[in-house]
Structures are given as structure tokens and as C-alpha cells.
């Protein structure tokens, strides 16, 4: 074989054979996503994260891609799904759905990124040092739902009657309980209000507190902020839609789906944020340099066929107020 061709022949033999590791183009970041209940449970949390990282140039499946890990409400498994991503050394970990999991990432690692949302006060529970200089390797958005909680009860004030005792149901293992039924109880002496408090950690629990309220003569009902409440926001309305209950609950979600109304930060604007955090700290931003955001938007959603339902006129005051009215 002349020289010539012999240089032909290993040309084409090479053109034809795949490209080494080396050769290939670098590999994209790896960024993982633990939620606290399942995937389908959190399609809007997911799309708007996925919404802020397209805005930070991170698109999934292309200039990133999102390893998903779901406790499905089983926080015993958090250690072991937290320890897989930290195994493959992800370039960050997003918490979705409530405090536990954020606190579980803090203790799986101290190295990776960790972007959380969260529903209270980050520093209390030891997420971040302060606010605006988280430190560490944690940072993230806080929806400060608790604070929220006077605010709420003196929006269901103005649907029911006065003298109408306003039943308040709160998780007692939800770290920011004691700080909400504070605020509530000084709002309710604030306007002449009567309430009664009913505690409710699980399923069984929800419906004894149920029987309660009606046993109690409560005619209205205010769900305190709760990642739990959140995961069981059907059972929960479909009690109260039963009842006939008006109730007023935490967010947007509790009301698009059957809830009469809801007053809260903006959780899809939260996980917009979140997004945009990671798109920062993948291009180089420290976590501990990124401050703890808080809410700026806050949505008032009526929701006006389960006000048809349960039997309640909405007046065109609050009507007026809304920033969204379903019918």
C-alpha cells in the first residue's frame, strides 16, 4: 500500500470512531432538587424554579441538568436521599416544600450550595446567620407566612358576622407555631374577636379537629401557614367545603383548587428566585454573598364558586381588594 493511501485509510478510520471522554464537549452542571412531598404535587414549584434558571441562562436538559430526589412526606428518608446527591457531588441542592428539608441539607453537607424555600424565619431555626449575611454555604427565600397570620384573621373578620367565633388550626410541631398564635391572639383582642385554637399533625388529627369546630359552633376557620396543611390542602378543604366553613388559608394554591380565599406571599415568585440564586452561584456567586430573600408580592385570591357553595357573599369591598377572583 503507497504512503498516500495509507494516510487516507487511518484518516477515515478515525472520522469514523466516537469521540473520546476528553474530546467531548464539557460536561453541564449537575444541580440537585429534594422536595418534601412528590413530583406531581409540586408541578408549579418546579416550573417556576426551572423558569428563573432560563432567566439566569440554565436551561434543563441543555445547560444543566436537575437530579430530582422526593421524600414523598417521609422525612426519615431525608438522610439517605440527601447523601446520594451529596455522593455525586451535585453543583448545588435546592430544598423544596418546608423547614426540615432545608435543615437536613445544612447537615449533610457544608460544602455544597444549598438554595431553600422556605414558609418561616430562617435564622430562628438556624438555617442562616442573618438575613442579609446568610454565611456558610445556605441561602435562599423566605415566604414569612407566619407574620401573615393577623393579616389573614382580619380579612375572615370581614365575611362573617361579629359575635361568629373564628376557629384557628395550627400544626404544634411547626417550629413557628408559638409566633403565630401570638400574633393572632393580640390581633383577635385587637377587634373584639373570639377564637379557638385546635392542634392537627396528621390526617386523623384534621378530621378530630373538624368534629371540634363544628362541636364548637366556630362558623369560620383560619389555617394557620403549614408546610403539612400545604401537602393536605385537599382533605383540608373538602372538610371545610362540607361543613360549610368559610375559611381563609396561606396560598394561592389552597384557593385554585377549591379554597374559598387565600392571603400570601407569592410561592411561585419564591421558586422564580430560587432559580435565579442557583443561576448565580453556577456562574460563581457564594451562597454566604447572596441574602436571604423575602416576599415583596402578596396575593389576595377569592375564589367565588366555593363561595356559592358554602353559602357566603363575598362583599364588593374585599371583592375590590383581590388580586385574583376565581369563578
Do not use: C
Not at 487516507?8 to 452542571?29: E, K
Not at 415568585?269 to 430560587?274: F, I, K, L, N, V
Not at 460563581?284 to 375564589?303: H, S, W, Y
Amino acid at each position: 500500500m503507497r504512503r498516500r493511501d495509507f494516510i487516507r485509510l487511518l484518516g477515515s478510520i478515525a472520522a469514523s470512531q466516537p469521540l473520546t471522554a476528553g474530546a467531548q464537549q464539557s460536561a453541564v452542571p449537575v444541580i440537585g432538587l429534594i422536595g418534601s412531598s412528590s413530583s406531581d404535587k409540586s408541578v408549579h414549584m418546579t416550573r417556576a424554579l426551572r423558569a428563573g434558571l432560563t432567566e439566569s441562562g440554565f436551561i434543563d436538559g441543555k445547560d444543566l441538568t436537575i437530579e430530582y430526589r422526593w421524600a414523598h412526606d417521609n422525612y426519615d428518608s431525608l438522610p439517605a436521599l440527601l447523601a446520594d446527591l451529596v455522593k455525586r457531588q451535585v453543583a448545588g441542592i435546592v430544598t423544596v416544600g418546608a423547614e426540615p428539608l432545608a435543615l437536613a441539607a445544612k447537615a449533610a453537607t457544608n460544602k455544597i450550595p444549598i438554595v431553600f424555600v422556605i414558609d418561616g424565619d430562617p435564622v430562628s431555626i438556624g438555617l442562616v446567620e442573618s438575613i442579609n449575611r446568610p454565611g456558610g454555604n445556605v441561602t435562599g427565600m423566605s415566604l414569612m407566612s407566619s407574620t401573615l397570620e393577623a393579616k389573614r384573621l382580619e380579612l375572615l373578620s370581614e365575611l362573617i358576622p361579629k359575635g361568629t367565633k373564628i376557629a384557628i388550626l395550627v400544626n404544634p410541631d411547626y417550629p413557628d407555631t408559638d409566633f403565630q398564635l401570638g400574633s393572632v391572639e393580640t390581633a383577635a383582642s385587637n377587634i373584639g374577636q373570639k377564637i379557638h385554637v385546635l392542634n392537627a399533625r396528621d390526617e386523623d388529627e384534621l378530621n378530630t379537629a373538624f368534629t371540634t369546630i363544628v362541636e364548637q359552633r366556630a362558623g369560620a376557620l383560619l389555617v394557620a401557614a403549614d408546610p403539612f396543611f400545604s401537602r393536605s390542602h385537599d382533605q383540608i378543604i373538602a372538610l371545610a367545603n362540607r361543613f360549610k366553613l368559610p375559611a381563609i388559608y396561606g396560598s394561592r394554591e389552597f384557593a385554585v383548587t377549591g379554597g374559598l380565599i387565600s392571603y400570601g406571599a407569592s410561592v411561585a415568585t419564591a421558586y422564580h428566585g430560587a432559580g435565579i440564586y442557583v443561576g448565580k452561584i453556577l456562574k460563581g456567586v457564594k451562597p454566604a454573598d447572596l441574602p436571604v430573600q423575602l416576599p415583596t408580592k402578596f396575593e389576595l385570591v377569592i375564589n367565588l364558586k366555593a363561595a356559592k357553595a358554602i353559602g357566603i357573599e363575598i362583599t364588593p369591598t374585599l371583592l375590590s381588594r383581590a388580586d385574583e377572583i376565581i369563578e
